[in-house]
């Protein structure tokens, strides 16, 4: 008996490893290789390559294909439809299996739905993707992207608010009383202000 749930129209290859109490959902496919944690949520129609690592509680949504080279940490969230790539300059007739770039999404960032995040970039922690954006560069911890290219335009909390600063540099999030202030061209968590 497994300690994870599997739509019954779900693929799963030998060698994949699914952590206890995650969820995979119609049409799934797992490829061989793959690993994922603990209390996963897959959704309909979502392809998993080999060797790819979702953490534990990462949620994916309809519709999003994880290609080899991608490693998902805690808490992640990629929503519908959003898209990896792993190669710089695929072909048809030219096989670059060899070539395929990492990408990691640090613990508790967020991936909105239909953006693209291209290969051989970091995201970091806690960082908020927005909604179709076309991700060509390293994203900071916390940042707020949006836009084809992606451009910064602002921070975000762990919650996922938009953080408003003050002269001091200092902002709190008005779900969680978590503070944060600005550091360089960097925030930090500072506590909480509750």
């Not at 496919?29 to 998993?48: A, E, F, R, S, Y």
């Amino acid at each position: 008996m497994n300690d994870y749930f599997a739509h019954e129209t779900t693929v799963i290859d030998e060698g994949v490893e699914i952590g206890k109490g995650t969820r995979i959902w119609h049409f799934s496919h797992l490829m061989t290789g793959c690993k994922i944690g603990t209390g996963c949520n897959l959704g309909q129609n979502v392809v998993v390559s080999p060797d790819v690592i979702l953490g534990n509680n990462v949620k994916v949504q309809n519709n999003v294909s994880i290609y080899t080279g991608v490693i998902c940490e805690d808490d992640v969230f990629l929503g519908p439809s959003m898209v990896f790539t792993n190669v710089m300059n695929p072909r048809s007739a030219i096989v670059r299996r060899d070539e395929y770039m990492k990408t990691v999404v640090e613990k508790g960032a967020t991936i909105g739905a239909n953006a693209t995040i291209v290969c051989g970039n970091k995201i970091g922690k806690f960082a908020f993707i927005g909604a179709g954006a076309v991700v060509i560069h390293e994203v900071k911890a916390y940042a707020l992207v949006v836009g084809n290219p992606s451009k910064q335009v602002g921070w975000m909390s762990e919650y996922g608010h938009r953080l408003e600063f003050n002269e001091q540099g200092e902002a709190t999030c008005p779900e969680s009383g978590e503070a944060y202030r600005i550091d360089g061209e960097n925030i930090i968590k500072t506590g909480t202000s509750k």
